[in-house]
T-cell receptor, first 114, second 109 residues
Framework: KAGVTQTPRYLIKTRGQQVTLSCSPI?????VSWYQQTPGQGLQFLFE???????NKGNFPGRFSGRQFSNSRSEMNVSTLELGDSALYLC?????????????FGSGTRLTVV | KQEVTQIPAALSVPEGENLVLNCSFT??????LQWFRQDPGKGLTSLLL?????REQTSGRLNASLDKSSGRSTLYIAASQPGDSATYLC????????FGTGTSLTVIP
């Protein structure tokens, strides 16, 4: 079966711009979580969506937002980009939630802000 | 805030050696613990998932154990190979997943 698909794989944006990242979970999975990975901070939790509702949120500013559609696909948006937003953004899908069944991760989107 | 610690941060071993990676967590009330592997610039590949009611899980040359009372999990890799070179991350599940900072493993041919 197909895995977790993240698009695009690479992005280069300018400070002040906004960006939208996409994640398609494994078929049948209803939970999608987003993580930011940087060399200095490691993996940090952004938010989790389940059945189109945000179920949990990490400690990130309001510039980071997300949504989930009825087909469980999820998008993450970052507005007013800052240099510090450069990171690997990882999406993880789970049947109903990672705390129950663990996560399957996508390959990530590498965002570079210049 | 929950904390997950992995020691050592880096490990280099000759091919064929058995090795143990360590993961410590501060709160024993976890739902599960998952071990991942990450190759440079790539996403995370799930290796083993241990539910809170389990003590260990095995997959091929990998064995992961979980001791909630002591707040520890170990990942045992038998007969290491150069292809095992990667960063290994553990994640403890509470209301969300908390990741350790990883152990970078290099297996020398």
């Amino acid at each position: 079966k197909a895995g977790v698909t993240q698009t695009p794989r690479y992005l280069i944006k300018t400070r002040g711009q906004q960006v939208t990242l996409s994640c398609s979970p494994i078929s049948g999975h209803r939970s999608v979580s987003w993580y930011q990975q940087t060399p200095g901070q490691g993996l940090q939790f952004l938010f989790e969506y389940f059945s189109e509702t945000q179920r949990n949120k990490g400690n990130f500013p309001g510039r980071f937002s997300g949504r989930q559609f009825s087909n469980s696909r999820s998008e993450m948006n970052v507005s007013t980009l800052e240099l510090g937003d450069s990171a690997l953004y990882l999406c993880a899908s789970s049947l109903v939630g990672g705390i129950d069944y663990g996560y399957t991760f996508g390959s990530g989107t590498r965002l570079t802000v210049v | 805030k929950q904390e997950v610690t992995q020691i050592p941060a880096a490990l280099s071993v000759p091919e064929g050696e058995n090795l143990v990676l360590n993961c410590s967590f501060t709160d024993s009330a976890i739902y599960n613990l998952q071990w991942f592997r990450q190759d440079p610039g790539k996403g995370l590949t799930s290796l083993l998932l241990i539910q809170s009611s389990q003590r260990e899980q095995t997959s091929g040359r990998l064995n992961a154990s979980l001791d909630k009372s002591s707040g520890r999990s170990t990942l045992y890799i038998a007969a290491s190979q150069p292809g095992d070179s990667a960063t290994y991350l553990c994640a403890a599940a509470y209301n969300q997943f908390y990741f350790g900072t990883g152990t970078s493993l290099t297996v020398i041919p």
